[in-house]
């Protein structure tokens, strides 16, 4: 005997593509702050490294942000101007970390944070998703990155990347939790 499943809504759809890119970013993030705190912590022990190969992951990072921010829109094929914020954000943040003068990206990354923040809060509240924990760390790393009196880039680079593995575990556990842990027809 066949048994047909009921096809799944819009709204299925859309919010299953949702969490999806909402573990994609999560992923990313995740790896963005294990790979810039393994860069640099070898950078203690390799003096010469330059900071160049840290600005080309953190905007590389951003870049591929945008895309996965923008990516359940296009997938369903849907007015995308609710993700437009997010991924232009993280576009033009990617993109002025590779042309602002150094010293200055630390800044940029941290007006990304702060931005990133609040979308993720204005969403979080939109949605009823526990994405608001995610959102006061963004904040809370952009205003220490304006406001700290310390000025050593590797310090504040390991608190970039302690933020990327913190918050990056944070939006997969809610991806994951948002599924229910249950397997879904494709």
Known sequence: MRTLAAPMTSTATTTRLARRALALRGGLLLAFGVVEATLVLVAFRVPHMPASALIVVMSGFLVLDAVA???PAVQAREPWLGRAPQ?????????L???VPFGRWLGVFA?????????DGVESFASGSGRLV?????????VMLLASPVRDHALLLLAVSAYGI?????RLC???TAAGGRSEPR
């Open 69 to 71: 921010a923008a990516l």
């Open 87 to 95: 991924a232009l954000a993280s576009l033009a943040a990617g993109v």
């Open 97 to 99: 970390i590779l042309v």
């Open 111 to 119: 007006a990304w944070a702060i931005v990133s923040g609040v979308l």
């Open 134 to 142: 995610v959102s006061i760390l963004s904040l809370a790393l952009g």
């Open 166 to 170: 913190v918050t990056g575990s944070l």
């Open 174 to 176: 809610i991806a994951g």
